[in-house]
């Protein structure tokens, strides 16, 4: 991987980097606040890569953030590379700001179970971009009342809340802890790792048998500032979208009863759908994809954005297609080896904005080119847009496009 190539820093090699492979993982945490800070460098305590993911300043973190937690801003470089695209391959995500798949907001085992169902596309396609199987949310209800309610207006909410909490704190059933757990906090007590809190909303924790945590005006304002891409904030998967639909498009709503009688009953011969696609032009879906195929294999190539609500882009791509044909066979009919990739991005949906937000594209039909795998070019590819782009050998196999 070489980010520097989208306009991203050289990233630096950190302590954990060099651990085994067996043990080292890798982790982000989202949040630039005490909690998130604590987290990251707890998980750097104990040998993982650790990525703190803020909005914030740096001047605005936490001193207590050791220099191996590497910090990561939602948007990277100056194109605008998402964070999770950034880091590339992670074990879980730490979320101190949100909770995406709304097990928090739920109310019984019933909406436990429904908030599943309905967000069970966020987690797989974590699972399938960046091999991520932990999600971790640690906003807590006193977060989410003022998320609801507004700073001004939920004070008296917060603090009677965890009022009932700590003056109930017996009536809460007590969770066994997990397999290594005292080992893994003596490690992190060791390391000097601790998150203080003097008190909450109901007030100083020293005369309390039981306390809860309580919320944070700096983490409320990174939540609601932190960049978003449609419905979602930048760099998260959007939960609404699920692998293998059209972006933009919901999945059918389908009867339980009914879809086991069409299950059983004998199905006529259907004839498979064919989607048309060249040959000779690789498809762009994701930013993802733009780096592996593109960026990090340092190509040459000569990108088409377009979306599908674009008349003007049906209208193009044949001819696209028919000069990345002519490229390939060549004037005499042999293949050409110049290693220009002809390729077509689809801004439509969640990863077609992002991927637009990336390649700067405010505009359809545009053309991008990359030369090394680095951006050196980008118009607009209507009529007198001004922007030709010759492609091929100097001479009169060059096109211009």
């Known amino acids: 991987r070489t980010p520097s190539r989208l306009g991203v820093p050289p990233r630096r090699p950190s302590a954990a980097s060099a651990a085994s492979a067996a043990v080292a993982k890798r982790v982000v945490v989202a949040g630039g606040g005490d909690r998130a800070a604590f987290l990251a460098a707890a998980h750097a305590e104990l040998g993982r890569e650790a990525f703190l993911v803020t909005s914030r300043p740096r001047w605005a973190l936490p001193r207590s953030l050791p220099g191996s937690v590497e910090v ?24 101190t700001l949100g909770d995406e798949i709304g097990l928090g907001r739920s109310a019984d085992a019933k909406d436990s179970f429904d908030a599943l169902i309905q967000n069970g596309p966020f987690i797989a ?4 971009e960046h091999g991520c199987e932990s999600y971790v949310s640690t906003v807590t209800r006193s977060q989410q009342i003022v998320s609801r309610r507004g700073v001004l207006r939920a004070r008296g909410s917060v603090a009677r809340y965890q009022e009932e909490c700590e003056s109930n704190a017996g009536l809460f059933p007590t969770l066994p802890p997990p397999d290594s757990f005292g080992a893994t906090l003596q490690r992190v007590l060791d390391g000097g790792v601790v998150c203080r809190s003097g008190g909450n909303e109901a007030g100083p924790h020293a005369e309390k048998a039981a306390f809860v945590r309580g919320w944070s005006l700096g983490d409320s304002a990174e939540a609601k500032t932190w960049p978003r891409a ?15 639909e059209s972006p933009g498009k919901a999945a059918p709503a389908t009867d339980l009863a009914a879809s086991t009688d069409a299950a059983t009953a004998p199905r006529r011969p259907q004839r498979p759908k064919v989607r048309v696609v060249s040959p000779h032009v690789t498809p762009i879906g994701s930013v993802a994809d733009l780096e592996r195929l593109i960026v990090g294999q340092r190509r040459r190539c000569v990108l088409l954005v377009t979306s599908g609500s674009c008349r003007r882009c049906h209208r193009l791509r044949p001819q696209f297609n028919r000069i990345a044909r002519a490229h390939a066979e060549g004037s005499d009919g042999e293949e050409e080896e110049d290693g220009v990739v002809f390729a077509q991005a689809d801004t439509s949906g969640p990863r077609g904005r992002q991927l637009a937000r990336v390649l ?42």
Do not use: C, H
Request: aromatic residues 8%; without cysteine.
């Open 125 to 128: 396609r974590l699972r399938e």
């Open 72 to 95: 990561v801003p939602p948007s990277v470089g100056t194109m605008g590379l998402p964070f999770a695209s950034y880091v590339g391959r992670f074990d879980a995500l730490v979320d």
């Open 230 to 244: 449609g419905s979602a904030r930048y760099g998260f998967p959007e939960a609404g979208i699920s692998i293998g």
């Open 360 to 401: 700067d594209a405010d505009r359809v039909p545009s053309v991008v080119v990359f030369r090394d795998g680095r951006r050196v070019t980008a118009g607009g590819a209507g009529a007198g847009s001004g922007s030709s782009v010759v492609v091929g050998r100097p001479g009169p196999r060059g096109r211009q496009l």
